[in-house]
């Protein structure tokens, strides 16, 4: 770190000339200069100027009372730890506002001197580049120190700020850990960052709790009503039940905005808030419907009304992270645009690909997938654009429509794009541009009225950059991106996924707290796919009695890993390696697709391996070779 001189110098030259050496300061830290001298911020403010009263300070504590209930707790807990620092911790809200302050008292009595106090408003608009201010602006976590702060006020602190994030990735506030700068330590950002971290688990219990709550109220009230049509809503007015009549009529209706369900023939004859037990605040709100009158039945309902309806093949849940998802997809299906969707292994990307189809002019065309990264090099020309009869040594004598050529008048899912060699990215970039193909042995050329989407779970725009994927390439396929979130960012939607594949499976799980518990806590390395292995293998053990569950997710993280020498780490042994041994890349999506097509055919092995076009005696080979 460069010295304060060095820093005040910097800081002097940019404020009286506009001049700034940017290997001087952090990206950061020299944006938000940036931004403060565009915004015309005093850099010789010496405090703070905007402190609330008494009422208005708690009107704004009041407003945020989610963000302390869950914060304070932790702050005591830690502010003897920050006293004998000779620090102090701040909460703030999003707005910029000081909502509690605590520590050291002799470094509180300074901080008071610029107004470093409870009611404040330290943004950077107020009082310039601070790490407060700074982390609202940039939802990063900042440790900005001394002259690295844009006005005077601050320039003998040191100050830590991480942004607290609810499951939802909705700002609540940022917490902040400040000092003078001769009590910097440089453990102050990792302090921070563990209280943000901490705040951030408890919102998300309670929220889970509150949604299960609700769920369990859902079911009570079903109870007590069973021919009345109602829909239970959470506080986003996200509906996440329905009565039988309601889900009869509407099937998505789950994970749909009341503003949008509102529109398919039901009205709200009466609305009761649902109390949490937890906190005995609104959770939620249970409304009843009655159903639109109108001369003709069929205006009613999204059934008879293809253009509103929304189609997906799967269990939509209800957090934002997919919720946003299902939004670009709403807004791409009816166009002719090409698709980019990225995302983990295992998150539904194919699911994602189909929705987009079957939502789209084409839904009555084909939709052919293709597995990029399983076929080997030398037969994907053949495979994507075909062979006409006699083009080679066995070659069928009809010869072969390639995937291409099956997707005529609907949509080809380029699955793992990634994978493809450089030499058949040329032959994809001329097709895109020429809409034709030509079969292998083939003179005459076949017109195409296709839409691609591709996917990958790898990150294209550095594989531009290494050179192993074409620029050019990836600009006509990443017309319109698409991603999809991992499983560990949508843990609100694990009960309703877990209750749709148990019915689509006929699996018979009984769904209590303790199971959801223990779902919700696991990582999800393997997504929805290793979820879906996981209540499969848990409708077999339930079977024999109880389960211990935290000890079925621990096996099915460590499977057939016993030796582990080769893995780098814990959370690649269990799709990185099979019994001690590293699969390559080709081998890893084998192995994919032979669970997935073992979990459609429910473990037929004859039915999977004809799925994927494999010979049953190939099959069983990678079977073994997998240990499956």
């Known amino acids: 770190m460069l010295s304060t001189s060095c820093y005040l110098r910097t800081w002097e ?35 703070g100027k905007h402190v609330l009263t008494n009422d208005l300070l708690n009107v704004q504590r009041e407003k945020n009372s989610v963000l302390l209930d869950v914060a304070s707790p932790q702050l ?24 509690s302050l605590s520590g050291n008292e002799k ?13 404040v408003r330290w943004t950077e608009g107020e009082v310039g580049t601070n790490a407060i201010g700074t982390a609202l602006k940039t939802g990063e976590a900042v440790m900005i120190q001394g002259t690295e702060h844009y006005s005077i006020a601050s320039h003998k602190w040191s100050c830590s700020a991480m942004p607290i994030f609810n499951e939802d990735r909705m700002l609540m506030g940022v917490l902040d850990i400040s000092c003078p700068v001769e009590y910097f330590h440089p453990s102050m950002l990792g302090m921070v960052a563990t209280l943000a971290y901490t ?14 709550a609700l769920t369990q109220q859902s079911i009570e009230l079903a109870e007590a009503y069973p021919d009345r049509p109602f829909i239970v809503c959470n506080h986003k007015e996200i509906i996440i039940s329905a009565s039988k009549q309601v889900r009869q009529k509407i099937s998505q209706s789950i994970g749909m905005r009341l503003s949008d369900f509102l529109n398919y023939g039901y009205q709200i004859e009466k609305e009761t808030p649902l109390i949490s037990t937890e906190d005995k605040r609104i959770s939620g709100k249970c409304l009843f419907l009655s159903e639109v009158l109108s001369h003709t039945q069929n205006r009613l309902f999204p059934t008879s009304s293809p253009s509103k309806l929304f189609n997906f093949k799967g269990e939509i849940g209800i957090s934002e992270a997919f919720q946003n998802t299902l939004h670009k997809v709403k807004l791409v299906a009816p166009t002719e645009a090409n698709v980019y969707i990225s995302g983990e292994t295992g998150v539904g990307k194919e699911l994602v690909a189909m929705s987009i189809h079957e939502n789209s002019p084409r839904k009555k065309g084909p939709f052919i997938t293709i597995n990029c990264g399983a076929i080997p090099k030398d037969l994907m020309e053949s495979e994507l654009f075909g062979y006409v009869e006699g083009a080679f040594t066995g070659a069928k004598r009809q010869g072969h429509k390639g995937k ?19 030499a058949m990215q040329v032959a994809l970039l001329r097709v895109l541009q020429e809409k034709k193909i030509v079969p292998i042995g083939g003179t005459k050329s076949i017109s195409l009225d296709i839409r691609i989407i591709t996917a990958t779970h790898r990150n294209l725009a550095e594989l531009v950059n290494e050179g192993s994927f074409r ?9 319109y991106p698409v991603f999809v979130p991992p499983l560990r960012e949508r843990k609100g939607d694990i009960p309703y996924l877990v209750r749709y594949l148990s019915e689509v499976n006929n699996w018979n799980i ?21 979820l879906q292995n996981v209540l499969q293998r848990l409708s077999i053990l339930l079977q024999d009695g109880r389960v211990d569950y935290e000890q079925l997710l621990n096996s099915m993280h460590s499977l057939a890993i016993t030796q582990q020498a080769d893995c780098q780490s814990p959370k690649e042994i269990d799709k990185n390696c099979i019994m001690g041994n590293v699969l390559t890349t080709r081998e890893k999506i084998q192995r994919d697709l032979m669970l997935e097509a073992l979990q459609r055919t429910q473990g037929n092995v004859t039915a999977a391996a004809k799925l994927i076009d494999l010979p049953r005696s190939t099959f069983y080979k990678r079977l073994h070779k997998y240990g499956l």
Not at 108 to 119: M, Y
Not at 404 to 422: K, M, R, S, V, Y
Not at 471 to 479: A, S
């Open 13 to 47: 030259r940019f404020i009286s000339e506009g001049v700034l050496d940017s290997n001087r300061l952090d990206k950061r830290i020299k944006e938000s200069w940036h931004r403060c001298k565009k915004e015309q911020v005093n850099p010789y403010l010496n405090k």
């Open 76 to 99: 005591t807990r830690m502010n003897q730890a920050i006293k004998e620092s000779g620090m102090m911790a701040l909460l703030v809200d999003p707005d910029g506002y000081v909502l």
């Open 107 to 119: 470094i509180l009595d300074e901080a008071g001197k610029i107004n470093f106090v409870e009611g």
């Open 199 to 212: 705040i951030e688990q408890e919102m998300a219990v309670r929220s889970y709790k509150r949604e299960l």
């Open 404 to 422: 291409f050529e099956q997707a005529n008048g609907g949509t080809i899912f380029l699955d793992e794009i990634g994978e493809i060699p450089h």
């Open 471 to 479: 620029q050019d390439l990836y600009y006509r396929l990443n017309v």
């Open 510 to 530: 009984p769904l209590s707290e303790e199971l959801l518990n223990s779902l919700k806590g696991y990582n999800w390395p393997g997504n929805i796919r290793e």
